[in-house]
């Protein structure tokens, strides 16, 4: 069920922002100024695995940017859930989740989290925004899961599940969403062969704090990124990845694959320093599992390239 208020309020953001990736879209908020702890952001990396099969050492992809107690999930990982909880995150405060792009490692528990938050807690409307078939998916996964949800309806009085997703498809960069505590902007990036990709920036009451997705080195994430407080970037580590390979049978191929949709520990420094972020984020690694490559075998493929902070990071690590 949409609620004509709320999309009335969205077009006249949208018209005001013309979709653009200037100044003026990507600007400080009016509330930024606000220093009551109570807007203060967190951002707490659910999952850094990069890829779809399950690691030893890292979750699947997703994060959580939390202001006034309210929670935006960024990509939808398997076993998110279950982050959210080990990170001390109430399930219930889920109130808007973003898919930069629609790959297993980004969107397999898309549904799962709604589901088992409804399940706890959750009985509040949450919007979901990211590229087609966000819709159809939506849809798609309430049918399949039908039988329980009416089961719990009525052995539980819980509310419809369904009246409480709303969907919003994308397909090009602006502004997302703006409400009394952030700002979204959405950037398009390059991901071949999945497209749309995204990056969002969450422009908050304190900072600004900027996820790539999975994208190799664009402009206009640059541009999304200029001068952000926080960048979390997706990265790849081309001597591990080169010995990983190896023994595959279509090793060039997915060679090529990859150079033409990640970026490598090298080029997300250059990326950083060109947009001139403050703290740079290592996220998505790829090749994971690999125990040989430390923190410090990251740190030192990347701080060449990038003089702000730099920080490693790892699953549930609050920034």
């Known amino acids: 069920m949409r609620d004509p208020a709320f999309d009335a309020h969205r077009r006249q953001w949208l018209r005001a922002a013309g979709f653009g990736l200037g100044a003026a879209a990507l600007g400080a908020l009016p509330f930024a100024t606000r220093a009551d702890a109570a807007a203060r952001s967190r951002l707490i990396l659910l999952g850094t695995a990069g890829g779809p099969t399950p690691k030893p050492d890292r979750a699947a992809p997703a994060s959580a940017v939390v202001v006034d107690g309210v929670i935006y999930v960024v990509d939808c990982g398997n076993g998110v859930a279950r982050q959210m909880v080990q990170a001390k995150l109430d399930l219930g405060a889920i109130r808007h989740v973003f898919l930069t792009h629609q790959h297993s490692d980004h969107n397999a528990d898309y549904g799962n989290l709604l589901w088992l938050a409804w399940a706890a807690r959750l009985h509040t409307r949450v919007d979901s925004w990211g590229p087609p078939p966000l819709a159809a998916m939506t849809r798609d996964f309430l049918r399949m899961n039908d039988a329980d949800i009416q089961t719990r309806i009525k052995d539980e009085g819980r509310p419809p599940l369904a009246p409480l997703i709303v969907p919003h ?19 398009l990036v390059a991901h071949p062969p999945v497209v749309p990709a995204f990056a969002y920036r969450f422009d908050c009451p304190d900072r600004s704090i900027v996820f790539s997705g999975d994208t190799r080195p664009t402009d206009t994430l ?27 049978p279509n090793a060039a191929r997915l060679r090529e694959h990859l150079l033409a949709s990640h970026t490598t520990t090298e080029q997300v420094g250059r990326v950083a320093t060109e947009a001139g972020v403050k703290t740079l984020v290592l996220n998505h690694f790829v090749p994971g599992g690999d125990p040989t490559l430390t923190d410090e075998v990251w740190r030192d493929a990347v701080a060449p390239h990038f003089k702000g902070r730099l920080v490693v990071g790892r699953d549930l690590l609050e920034l």
């Open 222 to 248: 640059v541009a999304l990124a200029r001068h952000a407080d926080v960048l979390v970037h997706e990265v790849m580590y081309l001597p591990a990845l080169e010995k990983l390979i190896a023994s595959e």
């Open 169 to 187: 498809e994308l397909s090009k960069g602006g502004v997302v969403l703006q409400d009394e505590r952030v700002k979204v902007s959405a950037a």
